[in-house]
Nanobody
Framework: QVQLAESGGGSVQAGGSLRLSCAAS????????MGWFRQAPGKAREAVAV???????TYAESVKGRFTISQDNAKNILDLQINSLEPEDTGTYYC??????????????????WGQGTQVIVSS
């Protein structure tokens, strides 16, 4: 089992920045793929960015150049730096982990561990 706990959400004005963090605990030894997802009110959950154990990253087109995913494997921390926030970035942000499997893909159904989420509200 892997437990994930997000922090760092909040309310900001458009153009501002936030840094989200996710602390992983439990059986993280075989963790291969981690990612950030978000869900806006009334919409489906979508991928924001994923990173594999080697550090290779994949971003959603809508966040490229504004969001940066990073991980500290020694501390089991996954971060998401969010810059130039837009009202469309409002939603609940979830940290997710995938144990096992050769791939690291930004697909909701591929991940088998999820945090409780942290809310991001961006006002115009």
């Amino acid at each position: 089992q892997v437990q994930l706990a997000e922090s760092g959400g909040g309310s900001v004005q458009a153009g501002g920045s936030l840094r989200l963090s996710c602390a992983a605990s439990g059986d993280t030894a075989r963790r291969r793929c981690m990612g950030w997802f978000r869900q806006a009110p009334g919409k489906a959950r979508e991928a924001v960015a994923v990173v594999d154990s080697a550090g290779s990253t994949t971003y959603a087109e809508s966040v490229k150049g504004r969001f940066t995913i990073s991980q500290d494997n020694a501390k089991n921390i996954l971060d998401l730096q969010i810059n130039s926030l837009e009202p469309e970035d409002t939603g609940t942000y979830y940290c997710a982990a995938r144990r096992g499997g050769p791939l690291c893909v930004p697909v909701v159904g591929y991940f088998n561990y999820w945090g409780q989420g942290t809310q991001v509200i961006v006002s115009s």
